[in-house]
């Protein structure tokens, strides 16, 4: 009991305490400040891999490949094992190629695409305001050791995706976590 | 200006005779209000059909699919905002009454309804063959589901994977995807400029039953306030366009014929300044329109709102024999005399507007029948009246004041200057159809009573939508529904190479959702006994990184399945695809068409000829389109040749009554010039002449066949020729005034029937006066 007590108490006083810091203290850590480290950072690409965890299988189904972004808004999945598969967002369509054929879709057509793509765009360039339109934001721990939560505002996303989790340290993401409404969640790392 | 001799006509007679007449009136007035079922459908409007093909049409544009489809489209709001209230009035929508259901092309909605084709997959998706669950088969399928998995894709497709790890659903989804429909953003259907968003909703009420619709309208007024206020709605379709015109005209004929009835009996009140004579005038006609009314249930069974609207047109014509009478009796004169003395006349004005409305009569419209027998009737019985019924009321004339009218200078340049306008005007109107445009309205669409406003709406919001007219499509006959259907299944392979050759984009066959019986039973067998798939899947599995009992959904649905009855149409009752098929797969004269509609068709001539090369195929390429146009063609050619037999009996009944060459030329010039002159005036106005003015045409005929007579009779002296041109005047101004006041409705048959009998009767009036030899005497008019 005192215990929880303690923890309540402490909890209590570090959010008055930041509180009553937060207005002088400029460079506080939140999601704006997050946003603009992210946005900050300079286009390029990463090598990443993914973890599929799910009911179906008996072990997680792995497969790696590159990441890439560019200003204003385009991200690129390139997955190089164990399948060549290509998912390229740009403007207001996700085109996929696989087996050879690609294919176009347009992002508004289903609101939970056009939800992962903001997930995947608005944390990797830095676009809060895309973020909003979709998600509730959440950030927990400190600029060294962030984690973002991000939940559908909307129930035909929440119908797939129940959550993305972001971590990072400063402007550099680490992982990207989507969990879906079936149980199944894919772990995507940065290496 | 006027002057009474008389203070009032003297009730000389008994009272007892007006007592009899009103109580005869009365009794007809109960026996209407007892019998007459008043009809809302406006399908009586549309033409009897002959042919296969012609009925099909009928039937397709009175409860066909595409008739019960309402489009709703709100918009003025931002994209969220129309994507939500979308979202919520569809759900709304789909539990309305009225409604078989409503869809905004999202996919979960889809889902939902697609419950029954998850159910049934190994039937209906044509991937299923004894080969699709070999290991190999099975092997290559389930590399694609776990390539899924690792995909960001493959959530969609996550929710059933483990009951069809082989993709059944969704290559029914495929089966049943004919492409057209409209973008989407928020997952639902957007406009291209994303202004706006579309629900297309299916009505319980067929298309033409306009009380049905006018409560559907109100429904999704009522459920889209409280889903989306403050949003804009719009509402079109054929259902639509019934209930708007019913609502215009029934508002329209309603004002409209209060106006002119308080105008014509202002009229009457001024010309006769005498109450007595007014109800002498009125009684005529009242005994005319219930006498026609009651014919007309006797005949068809019911009377059409638009037949009573059209009662007024009738007053208009039958008001002019009692005042005619009234009018041409000299004051102190017995009536029966008057009666006597124009009795000729009065029965050939009678017996040729009777004949004029004959063509009417006989219209394949069964909306104009009605007509034609109310005007037959009606004209008939206001006539006997007058000539009968008031001279047995009212033993002496009335006495008249007099009124003082504009002399008609008829100078004989006058004379030859409208001969010569009149030859302008024709020749104007000749040379304007020799140029390429054809007088004749052929669309069946414009037959239509609904608003041009409302059309254009339509044209708007469906090419907003990116989807055309359902117009050509391919009809598979046969003695039984599964026969029917048996067929379209048939010719699937012909549709899938028109398809590759780009002759159409898509097609929707009723097939898809209702494969033949045999095919059915085919894929159902080719189903693997359930130990032996899990035995197949278990090698498939061997190596692959799923859970050994993943798939156990997989086996227990196949087994299932193999258990199954084929789908039949009982099983997709309450969802949206029972109302499609209902549409689809149709009886019609003892026997079933199932119909396949064909989208983004290029070339309708080839498409025909491609279907002829197939021979002897119990299907035919049907374009609605082509077959409407033919109809309209038809109709009007029956219509000429009605008109043409009607001239022909009036020439007959003028010769008779007139017995002399000169006088019925001196009767037909005039009314023969006014028809002319107004159906140049028409064309050159760009009118496409339609059925409606056809009939139009007819009525100035009629009326201009009256004036005629009336100015041809003999006078005998400058007394008598004044009170006639007070009675035409009078009666010319009730007809002006009553059809004037109809060409202001915005219903398009009213304005049309209105505006041509207006100006007919105007130029009627002016060629008798100026051509008649009453005219010609240039004598003082009476003062």
């Given at each position: 009991m005192p215990d929880y007590f303690m923890r309540g108490w402490r909890t209590a006083a570090v959010l008055l305490l930041w509180t009553v810091c937060a207005p002088v203290h400029a460079q506080a850590w939140d999601v704006d400040r997050l946003m603009q480290q992210l946005a900050g950072i300079p286009e390029g690409q990463v090598n990443y891999t993914e973890r599929k965890y799910s009911a179906l299988l008996s072990k997680p189904a792995v497969s790696s490949g590159v990441l890439s972004f560019h200003r204003p808004d385009s991200v690129e999945k390139e997955m190089r094992t164990p399948n060549k598969e290509r998912y390229a967002i740009a403007g207001d369509e996700v085109v996929v190629a696989r087996n050879g054929a690609e294919r176009r879709y347009a992002?508004?057509?289903q609101p939970a695409l056009a939800a992962l793509a903001a997930s995947l765009r608005g944390v990797l360039l830095g676009d809060q305001a895309l973020l909003r339109r979709y998600f509730k934001m959440e950030l927990q721990g400190d600029e060294r050791a962030w984690r973002l939560a991000l939940e559908p505002l909307d129930a035909s996303v929440a119908r797939y995706v129940t959550r993305v989790s972001v971590t990072g340290s400063a402007g550099r993401i680490q992982s990207i976590d989507t969990e879906e409404a079936s149980g199944d969640h894919s772990l995507l790392q940065v290496q | 200006m006027a002057e009474r001799r008389q203070s009032r006509p003297r009730f000389t007679h008994s009272a007892a005779r007006y007592g009899v007449a009103l109580a005869c009136l009365c009794a007809l007035a109960l026996a209407a209000w007892k019998s007459l079922r008043i009809e809302t459908d406006f399908g009586a409007f549309l033409p009897r059909s002959s042919t296969l093909e012609q009925r099909l049409l009928i039937s397709q544009l009175r409860e066909g699919v595409v008739s019960r489809l309402m489009l709703i489209a709100l918009d003025g709001a931002d994209e969220q905002k129309l994507a939500q209230a979308s979202r919520d009035l569809t759900e709304r929508l789909n539990g309305a009454p009225g409604f078989d259901y409503a869809s905004n092309g999202s996919l979960e909605r889809f889902l939902e309804q697609g419950e029954v084709l998850m159910r049934n997959r190994y039937a209906l998706?044509?991937?299923?063959?004894?080969?699709?669950?070999?290991p190999p088969a099975l092997r290559a399928a389930l590399e694609e589901q776990l390539a899924q998995l690792a995909s960001p894709m493959g959530m969609l497709a996550r929710n059933v994977m483990a009951r069809d790890p082989t993709g059944e659903f969704l290559a029914v989804l495929r089966e049943l995807d004919s492409g057209g429909v409209p973008a989407l953003r928020g997952g639902v259907w957007f406009s291209a400029d994303g202004k706006r968003v579309f629900i297309l909703a299916q009505t319980r009420a067929a298309g033409f039953d306009s009380q049905g619709q006018a409560q559907a309208m109100r429904t999704v007024r009522e459920l889209a306030t409280q889903a989306a206020p403050g949003v804009n709605l719009s509402l079109t379709g054929p259902g639509v366009f019934a209930a708007e015109a019913r609502r215009l005209i029934e508002h329209d004929a309603r004002l409209l014929s209060l106006c002119s009835a308080g105008f014509i009996l202002a009229l009457m009140l001024f010309a006769y300044r005498s109450p007595l004579a007014v109800l002498l005038v009125a009684l005529p006609v009242a005994f005319g329109l219930l006498a026609g009314m009651l014919l007309v249930q006797a005949v068809f069974g019911s009377v059409h709102a638009l037949t009573v609207a059209f009662a007024a047109t009738l007053l208009g014509e039958a008001v002019d024999y009692p005042n005619y009478l009234l009018l041409n009796a000299a004051p102190g004169e017995p009536l029966s005399g008057a009666a006597q003395r124009i009795g000729r006349t009065l029965a050939l004005a009678v017996l040729t507007t009777v004949a004029s409305a004959l063509a009417l009569a006989m219209s394949g419209f069964q909306g104009l029948a009605q007509l034609g027998v109310l005007t037959m009737s009606g004209i008939l019985v206001a006539g006997l009246a007058t000539r009968w019924l008031l001279p047995w009321l009212l033993r002496e004339a009335p006495a008249v004041p007099r009124h003082r009218l504009p002399s008609l200078t008829a100078a004989p340049g006058l004379k030859w200057a409208s001969a010569a306008v009149l030859v302008m005007l024709i020749g104007a109107a000749a040379w304007t159809v020799l140029a390429?445009?054809?007088?004749?309205?052929?669309?069946?669409?414009?037959?239509?009573?609904?608003?041009p406003g409302l059309r254009e709406l339509d044209a708007r919001l469906r090419a907003d939508m990116g989807a055309a007219e359902a117009g050509v499509f391919v009809a598979s006959a046969g003695a039984s529904a599964e026969a029917a259907l048996a067929e379209a299944e048939r010719i699937r392979p012909l549709l899938e190479r028109w398809k590759s050759d780009h002759w159409i984009r898509a097609y929707d066959s009723p097939a898809s959702l209702l494969p033949a019986r045999d095919t059915q039973l085919r894929r159902l067998a080719a189903l693997p006994e359930p130990a032996t798939l899990e035995a197949e899947l278990r090698t498939a599995l061997r190596g692959l990184p799923f859970r050994p009992d993943a798939f156990t959904p997989f086996v227990r649905d196949v087994a299932t399945a193999r258990g199954q009855t084929p789908v039949s149409r009982a099983s997709y009752d309450g969802t949206p695809f029972g109302a499609k098929l209902r549409a689809q797969l149709i009886e019609l004269d003892g026997q079933w068409l199932a119909l396949t509609p064909l989208s983004g068709v290029t070339d309708t001539a080839q498409l025909a000829q491609a279907a002829e090369r197939q021979g002897g195929s119990a299907s035919r390429l049907i374009d609605l389109k082509r077959i409407s146009t033919r109809m309209v063609d038809g109709y009007r050619d029956d219509a000429l040749r009605q008109t043409g037999l009607g001239a022909l009996i009036i020439l007959t009944l003028l010769a008779a009554g007139l017995r002399s060459p000169a006088r019925v030329l001196r009767v037909t010039a005039p009314a023969a010039a006014g028809l002319a002159a107004t159906a140049a005036v028409l064309m050159l106005a760009g009118v496409k002449l339609s059925v409606f003015h056809l009939v139009a045409l007819l009525l100035v005929l009629g009326v201009g066949l009256n004036y005629a007579l009336f100015f041809e009779r003999p006078p005998h002296g400058a007394e008598e020729r004044g009170r006639t041109r007070l009675s035409l005047a009078v009666c010319a101004l009730s007809t002006i005034a009553t059809f004037g006041f109809m060409s202001l409705s915005s219903a398009p048959v009213l304005h049309a029937i209105g505006a041509t009998v207006a100006l007919g009767a105007l130029l009627c009036l002016g060629f008798s006066a100026l051509w008649s030899p009453s005219a010609s005497h240039t004598d003082t008019p009476a003062s």
């Open positions: 992002l508004a057509s | 998706s044509p991937a299923v063959t004894p080969d699709r669950f070999t390429g445009r054809g007088p004749w309205e052929e669309d069946l669409v414009a037959l239509s009573p609904a608003p």
